[in-house]
């Protein structure tokens, strides 16, 4: 009997060994640094704005960033850009495909970089914009739970930090009945979450506080009266009807236009347009579809 409890013994301690050495690998790779080519795409299109960048660095961040969205106009949409790895989460750009959320934050990000000396208007340069702006605190350690996967999370972190100021409310926002859950629900539509099932628990834990951070919007039938009083560049949030409650689904920029038509400007799934476009009116749009629920608004600041 002794014998046998030593040889379980062995084996149990074998075994941890094996899982310390695995853990010890996973580590190891989170902290390397991907690929150039697999974190940033479409460098001609970059060097192609950049060369533009002179008309549009004098502007105000607002109208700097629905600029250069509006040389974006046009880019294939293309989903999912930010899953670049199985298991390591870094700061990335895509200009060969954007998505709602790409769209906005290149744009915004881009026009960032536009503060800096010339010299800095690199894809390095840009990437630190989008790791300022996309993760929470600013910072990417290397880690899926790091990133800012919820518009509204988002949108309260880049307010903490004065990245942004949040106007929702002061332009006649209501509390709306809030619950995050689309990614725990829907986990095999995110290639970390299929290929790392330890991290939902963090993804469910995530999704608790954001949901405690409750939240805000402008109902669609209040926005045409408040269009007057939006920006171009300013960030909106769509929200949309979830059974008796309302989540975020899509986001794009305000964009004003020679007539003074405040109209949405985001990147548009295939089912529609299936690339970056300049739509329509913002309230014509919101009304286009009976799911929207009515917008969240962000106004860059620095």
């Given amino acids: ?33 991907l690929p150039f080519d697999t974190v940033f795409k479409g460098k001609a299109k970059f ?47 895509n200009f060969l495909g954007l998505d709602c959320w790409t769209f906005f934050e290149v744009a915004l990000g881009f026009s960032r970089m536009l503060e800096e000396p010339r010299e800095k208007w690199t894809p390095e340069t840009l990437l630190k914009y989008i790791e300022l702006d996309r993760y929470r605190g600013g910072d990417c350690d290397g880690g899926y739970l790091s990133r800012l996967h919820y518009l509204e999370e988002w949108l309260h972190d880049n307010s903490r930090r004065g990245l942004v100021s949040d106007l929702t409310r002061s332009l006649g926002g209501v509390r709306a009945p809030h619950s995050a859950v689309e990614m ?70 305000a964009y004003r236009d020679s007539d003074g038509v405040l109209r949405f400007m985001h990147a548009s799934a295939p089912r529609n347009h299936g690339k970056v476009v300049l739509d329509s009116r913002l309230s014509d749009y919101l009304n286009r579809f009976k799911s929207n629920a009515g917008i969240l608004v962000a106004r860059p600041v620095k």
């Fill in 184 to 253: 725990t629900v829907n986990w095999r539509s995110y290639r970390y979450l299929r290929n790392n099932p330890s991290l939902r628990a963090g993804i469910r834990s995530m999704e608790r506080r954001v949901t405690d951070l409750g939240m805000y919007h402008i109902p669609k039938k209040r926005v045409a009266a408040i269009e007057s009083k939006l920006r171009s560049g300013d960030i909106i949030g769509i929200t949309t009807h979830d059974g008796k409650l309302i989540g975020t689904s899509h986001v794009g920029l």
């Fill in 1 to 33: 009997m002794v014998a046998t409890l030593a040889g379980r013994a062995g084996f149990r301690l074998s075994r941890l060994f094996t899982v310390l050495a695995v853990f010890v690998c996973v580590a190891a790779t989170a902290s390397a640094s």
């Fill in 47 to 93: 060097d192609q704005l950049v060369s533009q960048a002179d008309q549009w660095k004098s502007l105000p961040l607002g109208e700097r960033t629905a600029a250069i969205g509006r040389a974006l106009v046009g880019t294939p949409y293309k989903g999912y850009t930010l899953e670049i790895h199985d298991h390591v989460e870094a700061p990335s750009v």
